[in-house]
């Protein structure tokens, strides 16, 4: 029975974790069996809500992790790292607490923090979500309001657990070869 080699990459909102988990997932799917697993698939539905600790609007929470069916992720992320003949050779999970949750945390071989200032993260943000249908002013109060609140309370602290830090600026060409290159040292 083989044991995957298990990668955790968290980051604030907007900061390119997302993206440089799919690039990792692509670019090491060439050689091994990789499982992707977003922790953004598993927020509840309908969300819980938040009361803004400064303006008290009430907004649905996405940024916590109460948020999450976390009973789901963990069977889901267990049932991924544990031991079996046909098990992945790596398993990435990625998302906001996955250098948060201690379940999580403990099984990493790897912990990826991927860190972007926050007026970047701010301006991405404002872009992923016009796309989506949202006002500016909608997308920068919630910033304000309780994302960057959460970010600084629950995610930016996490950055201690990692053993390596990017810039979400970052040559992603040089960055990810980095990674590869050290996973593949492992993996062998």
Same mark, same amino acid.
């Given at each position: 029975?083989?044991?995957?080699?298990?990668?955790?990459?968290?980051?604030?909102?907007?900061?390119?974790?997302?993206?440089?988990?799919?690039?990792? &997932?692509?670019?090491?799917?060439?050689?091994?069996?990789?499982?992707?697993? =977003?922790?953004?698939?598993?927020?509840?539905?309908?969300?819980? &809500? &938040?009361?803004?600790?400064?303006?008290?609007?009430?907004?649905?929470?996405? =940024?916590?992790?109460?948020?999450?069916?976390?009973?789901?992720?963990?069977?889901?992320?267990?049932?991924?790292?544990?031991?079996?003949?046909?098990?992945?050779?790596?398993?990435?999970?990625?998302?906001?607490?996955?250098?948060?949750?201690?379940?999580?945390?403990?099984?990493?071989?790897?912990?990826?923090?991927?860190?972007?200032?926050?007026?970047?993260?701010?301006?991405?943000?404002?872009? *992923?979500?016009?796309?989506?249908?949202?006002? *500016?002013?909608?997308?920068?109060?919630?910033?304000?309001?309780?994302?960057?609140?959460?970010? =600084?309370?629950?995610?930016?602290?996490?950055?201690?657990?990692?053993?390596?830090?990017?810039?979400?600026?970052?040559?992603? &060409?040089?960055?990810?070869?980095?990674?590869? =290159?050290?996973?593949?040292?492992?993996? *062998?």
């Amino acid at each position: 029975m083989k044991k995957p080699f298990v990668i955790g990459i968290a980051g604030g909102t907007c900061s390119g974790k997302s993206t440089l988990s799919e690039h990792l &997932t692509e670019a090491l799917s060439k050689k091994y069996k990789v499982n992707l697993i =977003n922790m953004d698939r598993y927020f509840k539905r309908p969300g819980i &809500t &938040t009361i803004a600790p400064i303006t008290g609007i009430e907004y649905v929470e996405h =940024n916590h992790p109460d948020a999450l069916r976390l009973d789901d992720m963990y069977v889901d992320f267990d049932a991924a790292v544990a031991p079996a003949d046909d098990a992945a050779d790596v398993v990435i999970i990625e998302g906001l607490f996955a250098l948060y949750l201690e379940h999580i945390r403990k099984q990493l071989d790897l912990k990826i923090f991927v860190d972007l200032a926050s007026d970047e993260r701010l301006v991405r943000r404002i872009d *992923k979500f016009m796309a989506r249908g949202q006002t *500016k002013q909608e997308v920068t109060d919630r910033y304000i309001d309780t994302v960057r609140f959460r970010h =600084n309370e629950l995610i930016e602290p996490t950055r201690w657990h990692a053993d390596l830090v990017l810039n979400g600026v970052f040559d992603r &060409t040089k960055a990810e070869e980095i990674v590869l =290159n050290y996973v593949e040292s492992q993996i *062998k």
